[in-house]
Each structure stands twice: as C-alpha cells, then as structure tokens.
T-cell receptor
Framework: DAKTTQPPSMDCAEGRAANLPCNHS???????VYWYRQIHSQGPQYIIH???NNETNEMASLIITEDRKSSTLILPHATLRDTAVYYC?????????????FGQGTTLQVKP | DAGVIQSPRHEVTEMGQEVTLRCKPI?????LFWYRQTMMRGLELLIY????????DSGMPEDRFSAKMPNASFSTLKIQPSEPRDSAVYFC??????????????FGPGTRLLVL
C-alpha cells in the first residue's frame, strides 16, 4: 500500500485558509487520495477524496499535483471548530469498501 | 438517519472479564468495519465485513478477540478475557457500494474501554 507523509502539526489563524500538505510519492494509478479528520473525542469524519483532478465540496478543496505525488487539503476559512487531526490516506478505487490505513496525521490548531 | 450507533459509550472492567462492544451500522450499508485507537498505535483496522461475512480479520490482535455480524443491522466485538493492554477507543464504521452514496466510511462515536 502507498504510504503518506504529513507534517505532525500546523497552526492557522481563525478566518484564514489552512493548507495541509501530504506526500504520497509511491501512489499507484488506481489509488485515490482521501482526507479524513478527527475532532477530539469523536470518530473520524470524511472530508473529501480525489484521483487526478482537483476537487471541491462544502467542507474543503483538494489540490492534487499533476504527477499525483503530493496533494494539499485547503480549508478556505478556518474556524476554531476545524481544530482536529487531519489524515491523508491513499486507497484503491473502492476506498469506502476496503482498508483505510491511518497514519499519524497532522494536528491542526486554529487559533483566535 | 441516526448514523452509526455504538454501545456502550464507556466501559470500565477488570482484567479477565468478558467485554462485548456493539455496533448498529447505517441502514442499507453493506460494509462494516471495526477499528481500535490507542496513543501508541494510532487508529488501526481490526476486521471488516461485507454482507455480514468477515472479509479481512488480519488486524485482530489475538484469539481473545472475536467479531460477529449475525445480521445486517448488528455487529459485536468481544474480548475474552480482557487485559489492561486492551484499553483503547473502539470505533465501528459502515459504508456502501451503492454508487449513489458518497464513497466514504461513516464512523460511530466510539466505545472507550478501560481494563483495570
């Protein structure tokens, strides 16, 4: 399985964009990039996923480089409630039906 | 929908006792996953089911752990006998292959287990 590398922690000012990087240099052609987050004392929550193209939903945007070796999750206007651990995961096309291998993630602290 | 439901939310037991964790997946979902989270090992998959059949149990730590899914709306994770190192948060998640449904796993709130 492809592995991901994320910085252990990041800070962001409330109201500013939070840009969370992820390296996945060994990603295979059929593997998607998934992002989940885990707010303290809660279960992980899906954010977004993509294969090649950039994706956007109501929560975030996902920017994937052309060579697919890295990606960036963007929270356009971070709030205090976005403080959480963010996990970048690569998974085969049926990521919802197979293993999700969680790494250590990035702890994002949004500050007032 | 109420989401994935887990019970109990907290469990404190003594070493050697049997512990049973319960999960009700989202209605219509045909995949169910059990994860365990500890500070040392992070979030790790224990076992998952498709249509009530165990597909991959390679993450189950040892014979003291067993999981069942007698029907589409209920699953249990049992630890017998429990040990202090089993103390962790246990999450259940469910998902669907239906292309009309977002491709994601939905996680429950977790069961916090403390074995004394």
């Amino acid at each position: 399985d492809a592995k991901t590398t994320q910085p252990p922690s990041m800070d962001c000012a409330e109201g500013r964009a939070a840009n969370l990087p992820c390296n996945h240099s060994t990603i295979s052609g059929n593997e998607y990039v998934y992002w989940y987050r885990q707010i303290h004392s809660q279960g992980p929550q899906y954010i977004i996923h993509g294969l090649k193209n950039n994706e956007t939903n109501e929560m975030a945007s996902l920017i994937i480089t052309e060579d697919r070796k890295s990606s960036t999750l963007i929270l356009p206007h971070a709030t205090l409630r976005d403080t959480a651990v963010y996990y970048c995961i690569v998974s085969p096309s049926s990521g919802n039906t197979g293993k999700l291998i969680f790494g250590q993630g990035t702890t994002l602290q949004v500050k007032p | 929908d109420a989401g994935v439901i887990q019970s109990p939310r907290h469990e404190v037991t003594e070493m050697g006792q049997e512990v049973t964790l319960r999960c009700k997946p989202i209605s219509g979902h045909d995949y169910l996953f059990w994860y365990r989270q500890t500070m040392m090992r992070g979030l790790e998959l224990l076992i998952y089911f498709n249509n009530n059949v165990p597909i991959d149990d390679s993450g189950m730590p040892e014979d003291r752990f067993s999981a069942k899914m007698p029907n589409a709306s209920f699953s249990t994770l049992k630890i017998q006998p429990s040990e202090p190192r089993d103390s962790a948060v246990y999450f259940c998640a469910s998902s669907s292959l239906d292309p009309a449904v977002q491709e994601t796993q939905y996680f429950g709130p977790g069961t916090r287990l403390l074995v004394l």
